[in-house]
């Protein structure tokens, strides 16, 4: 009796363990059936388009006639005007990547290039006013040093011996009459000063006097400190008025004549501090100050002169060296702003692509602003926070630009037109599966093939002829082969085999 309680006890149990385990395995069925779905429902299928923008759908995948597969659009994702749609697969192999539109500050710095110039305010030349003949030359290399003051060169000229004697003569003259009447004396005392004033007017400081009587030559000196930059004189040349025997240049104070981009400019304040560095002393700056902004654009360039004076105690720097700047610019606080290659220039307007969603973008026409760091600000056309593509967009651009083309070109063709050349593409592109046997290859170059029921034709079993595309499609194929098959309609009524195989390697 105690043994049937037992097994009665255990029966019990195990019939309350399965009905548990029933229990919770269809509640888990439930749960996996309500979750698929939801994502069913969240991500709802709604057709294949295609790929190059032409006005063709279909319900199922598909390629075109290019071979390239058709687009799936599921609810929530139809492109709507304007806007572009690629498959993410196309968005990975063109690399991709945006960067969303954010506040910065710009123009926290400028960097310019420029070259490094004598000071023209420190350049000085020699060119006598009077015609003769170079005598002696003191300094007779270009690039020595010279002291204010040192001697040049000797120069020897009728004409200034002649003003020489006729201003001796005229001192000589005053002295005989110092005895005659005022007005005497006052006449020769202007021709006395005239014959200076000449003398004077042709930079003859040393005017002869009673140690320099029979002195025919005149001796030049360097008018500051500095280098020489040019020398023309050579000894015994003859050398005509105003003509340049020597440039020197003070060489201590140099500018650099830096070329800022005409959108830059403004930020430019005359006085501000500027670092300058040379690639001849990469780890080296130099302090220098904006000079000058000069007041005409290049039209080649589009940019503007601006002159930084700077030191050059040392001697390091060169004139005609390269030089980079850093011009500091007044911050106008943030602004929105996106990386500058994000922007496609076509020269007529700016735009922008905005990435959407995964595989969606549109393109946007923007106003841009000032530029610095890397960024341009945008005045209109994006809003804080919004992607913009900042890698390959020319390329999705390039697609774009093709899509609206074609689609300009079917929208151009009146309906009537439009049917059935669509109609026509979509025959000569779509290929169907069959399934049948290999009869026979005939002579004209057609294969007989019984096949069975084509359901995407309508088709039910029959024998056949059929061309081929190309008559290698049967090379070692034998007769009464199990085959695959695929057939186009080229032309209304005419069938062509594109695809043709026997089913699991048999011939």
Excluded: C
Excluded at 74 to 92: F, H, N
Excluded at 317 to 342: E, F, T, W
Excluded at 466 to 484: M, R, T
């Amino acid at each position: 009796m105690n043994k049937l309680i037992k097994i009665a006890l255990g029966l019990a149990v195990l019939t309350l363990v399965g009905s548990g385990a029933y229990w919770l395995g269809s509640q888990s069925q439930v749960a996996v059936q309500a979750s698929s779905t939801a994502a069913k429902a969240e991500r709802k299928l709604l057709y294949y388009r295609n790929p190059m923008g032409l006005p063709d759908t279909s319900p199922v995948p598909k390629k075109d006639s290019m071979g390239m597969d058709y687009v799936a659009v599921y609810d929530g994702e139809e492109t709507a005007a304007g806007q572009l749609s690629i498959s993410v697969d196309k968005v990975q192999k063109l690399g991709v990547k945006s960067e969303a539109a954010a506040l910065r500050e710009l123009g926290s710095s400028l960097r310019v290039t420029g070259r490094i110039e004598v000071n023209e305010r420190l350049t000085y030349t020699i060119a006598p006013k009077f015609a003769g003949w170079v005598e002696k030359l003191y300094v007779n290399t270009t690039g020595q040093s010279v002291t204010k003051g040192q001697p040049l060169l000797d120069v020897y000229s009728p004409e200034l011996v002649s003003a020489q004697r006729e201003h001796e003569l005229a001192v000589q003259g005053l002295m005989a009459m110092k005895d005659a009447d005022a007005e005497a004396q006052a006449s020769m005392s202007r021709l006395v000063q005239s014959s200076r004033d000449r003398l004077r007017n042709w930079d003859i400081s040393d005017l002869p006097s009673s140690s320099t009587k029979g002195q025919p030559r005149v001796t030049f000196r360097a008018p500051a400190s500095g280098i020489v930059l040019e020398k023309k004189a050579v000894d015994g040349m003859r050398f005509m008025q105003g003509e340049v025997l020597y440039q020197i240049a003070d060489l201590s104070s140099l500018w650099v004549i830096a070329e800022v981009n005409e959108q830059d400019i403004a930020k430019v304040k005359v006085g501000s501090h500027a670092r300058v560095q040379v690639d001849a002393y990469p780890a080296q700056e130099f302090d220098g100050k904006v000079d000058f902004i000069y007041p005409t654009l290049n039209s080649a360039t589009r940019t503007v002169q601006v002159r930084i004076a700077i030191a050059n105690a040392q001697g390091l720097l060169k004139p005609a060296m390269y030089a980079h700047a850093v011009l500091p610019s007044a911050a106008s606080g943030k602004v929105l702003a996106v990386p500058d290659s994000a922007v496609i220039d076509s020269g007529k307007r700016q735009v922008v692509l905005v990435r959407l969603a995964e595989g969606r973008f549109e393109p946007r026409t923007v106003s841009l602003g000032q530029h610095g760091d890397g960024y341009v600000q945008v005045l209109s056309g994006v809003s804080e926070g919004e992607q913009v593509v900042t890698s390959a967009n020319f390329l999705i651009d390039a697609e774009s630009n093709l899509k609206a083309a074609l689609s300009g070109m079917t929208a151009a063709i009146p309906a009537e037109i439009v049917a059935p050349v669509v109609q026509t593409m979509k025959s000569k592109s779509v290929g169907h599966q069959a399934h049948g046997t290999l009869d026979a290859i005939n002579e004209d170059g057609t294969v007989s093939i019984t096949h069975e029921a084509i359901q995407s034709l309508g088709w039910p079993g029959m024998t056949m002829d059929f061309e081929l595309e190309n008559s290698s499609l049967v090379v070692g194929i034998k007769p009464e082969a199990a085959i695959d098959f695929e057939i186009v309609e080229r032309e209304p009524g005419v069938w062509v085999i594109t695809k043709l195989q026997a089913q699991h390697g048999g011939y």
